[in-house]
T-cell receptor, first 114, second 113 residues
Framework: AQSVSQHNHHVILSEAASLELGCNYSYGGTVNLFWYVQYPGQHLQLLLKYFSGDPLVKGIKGFEAEFIKSKFSFNLRKPSVQWSDTAEYFC????????????FGQGTELSVKP | KAGVTQTPRYLIKTRGQQVTLSCSPISGHRSVSWYQQTPGQGLQFLFEYFSETQRNKGNFPGRFSGRQFSNSRSEMNVSTLELGDSALYLCASHRDPNTGELFFGEGSRLTVL
């Protein structure tokens, strides 16, 4: 069965620190990959996406992610976090263009200390 | 343009009752998906509708059902509620019905007593 694993349950950083959140998936076929973010009190929203092409994708608010097919990974990075990045981050996989069916990881809660 | 609208936002039911949740997608989006979010299980896919037809279904019992209307609005129904059905139910609409790029609503929080 397809699955998505996020390495960290809760990450605490100080402002200006660098961020990397790990995400691995298990599926050997074609995938579309996503990171979604849920800010406190807000709804889930798309941070960035990978469909094909350049494996390094850039999203909103300075986030980027790198797709490494050989490692089945799609890690999220940001060089310098801000207090406003405090949120829960979800990695998700859409396998074989299965429409709206996403497999989500368990989420990583990021707390940024001012 | 308006986002995904879900109603009601909060509701409390008792075991054995049934509940219907409603979702209005972004204008022009023809696909709607539903997810259940709980602290223990995270985000789990319930089902997806495109042009009034169910395209995909997750691993939930038959008590969970849904439908989509000709105006793309969708409803989901849970019958014979159990305590474990307490969750945030999220609706998402799709710009592209094939890619998984979803626009989520704020959810309907169901508490079953």
């Amino acid at each position: 069965a397809q699955s998505v694993s996020q390495h960290n349950h809760h990450v605490i950083l100080s402002e200006a620190a660098s961020l990397e959140l790990g995400c691995n998936y298990s599926y050997g076929g074609t995938v579309n990959l996503f990171w979604y973010v849920q800010y406190p009190g807000q709804h889930l929203q798309l941070l960035l996406k990978y469909f094909s092409g350049d494996p390094l994708v850039k999203g909103i608010k300075g986030f980027e992610a790198e797709f490494i097919k050989s490692k089945f990974s799609f890690n999220l990075r940001k060089p310098s976090v801000q207090w406003s990045d405090t949120a829960e981050y979800f990695c998700a996989v859409n396998a074989d263009n299965q429409g709206g069916k996403l497999i989500f990881g368990q989420g990583t809660e990021l707390s940024v200390k001012p | 343009k308006a986002g995904v609208t879900q109603t009601p936002r909060y509701l409390i039911k008792t075991r054995g009752q049934q509940v219907t949740l409603s979702c209005s997608p972004i204008s022009g989006h023809r696909s709607v998906s539903w997810y259940q979010q709980t602290p223990g299980q995270g985000l789990q896919f319930l089902f997806e509708y495109f042009s009034e037809t169910q395209r995909n279904k997750g691993n939930f019992p038959g008590r969970f059902s849904g439908r989509q209307f000709s105006n793309s609005r969708s409803e989901m129904n849970v019958s014979t509620l159990e305590l474990g059905d307490s969750a945030l139910y999220l609706c998402a609409s799709h710009r592209d019905p094939n890619t998984g790029e979803l626009f989520f609503g704020e959810g309907s929080r169901l508490t079953v007593l």
